[in-house]
């Protein structure tokens, strides 16, 4: 009888092992640093390290890491939705959280009326108004592109494709963000207040799909580099995450809306 279940321990062992194996390789594929879904979890999927945000006449939604990070090297592979997306913004940014009165903040913002501009700003003590907007040189649309946010204790630096766009300085006279920061992504409808800075979003082409890969933070700024190649397209839709945002609503269209 001992014969007779020592094969069959052993064989089980080995399925027990090819089991766990695929496991590992299923987490693998399903890992990004973006994973805590603030609302509207049904408009975000991940597939490998391709975040995909869907935005609608509904809502949009706001995906961020688990961490906070003092300083680092924030980069990210990035395609705007494409069609007719005045009136929407997708985003990439650093945040030492998003609501807060007194955050610190890095931003990436994409202006829907123009794919080919991209708005960068920051926050400092929750006071913003640092905007300046850049010429892509191509629409932002039609393919990945590198937008990386290189911030130390003294600069702040926006890199795109790795071409340097903006460089901040700290200096004693100067209001610079601090905080430690979570990394976030989101697209929303910038609505009533945002006529005419954005426009307003017509959903001609609804519903919309901002994809955001290869998300990477390093915590030594000058020893991250950038992937070596432009992530496929990939429309995966599995929804992920818990809401835990409130919602504003828009009082010329009577939507509910959401940074």
Request: net charge negative; aromatic share 12%; hydrophobic share 30%.
């Amino acid at each position: 009888m001992r014969g007779t279940f020592e094969p069959a321990a052993a064989l089980l062992g080995v399925i027990c092992a090819i089991v766990f194996s695929l496991q590992l390789v299923q987490a693998e594929q399903n890992s990004t640093l973006l994973s805590v879904v603030d609302y509207s979890p049904g408009h975000v999927s991940i597939s490998g390290d391709v975040v995909t945000i869907r935005i609608d006449q509904q809502s949009g939604s706001r995906i961020h890491s688990v961490n906070r990070y003092a300083y680092g090297v924030f980069t990210a592979w990035i395609k705007c939705p494409q069609g007719d997306t005045t009136g929407l913004v997708p985003t990439f940014y650093t945040s030492s959280l998003e609501g807060s009165e007194d955050k610190d903040e890095v931003d990436f913002e994409f202006l829907g009326k123009n794919s080919s501009v991209v708005q960068t700003n920051y926050f400092f003590n929750g006071t913003g108004k640092h905007e300046s907007v850049h010429e892509l040189g191509f629409d932002c649309s039609e393919a990945f592109h590198n937008y990386t946010i290189y911030w130390t204790s003294s600069s702040i630096e926006w890199f795109i494709d790795g071409q340097l766009v903006r460089n901040l300085s700290n200096t004693n006279s100067s209001a610079y963000p601090t905080k430690p920061a979570y990394v976030y992504a989101s697209i929303w409808d910038s609505g009533s207040a945002g006529g005419e800075w954005n426009g307003y979003a017509t959903y001609a082409n609804s519903p919309y799909f901002y994809q955001l890969a290869n998300v990477s933070v390093s915590s030594s700024p000058g020893t991250a580099s950038s992937p070596a190649r432009s992530p496929a397209y990939s429309p995966s839709r599995s929804p992920v995450g818990t809401p835990l945002g409130s919602q504003v609503k828009d009082s010329r269209h009577g939507r509910k809306l959401l940074r």
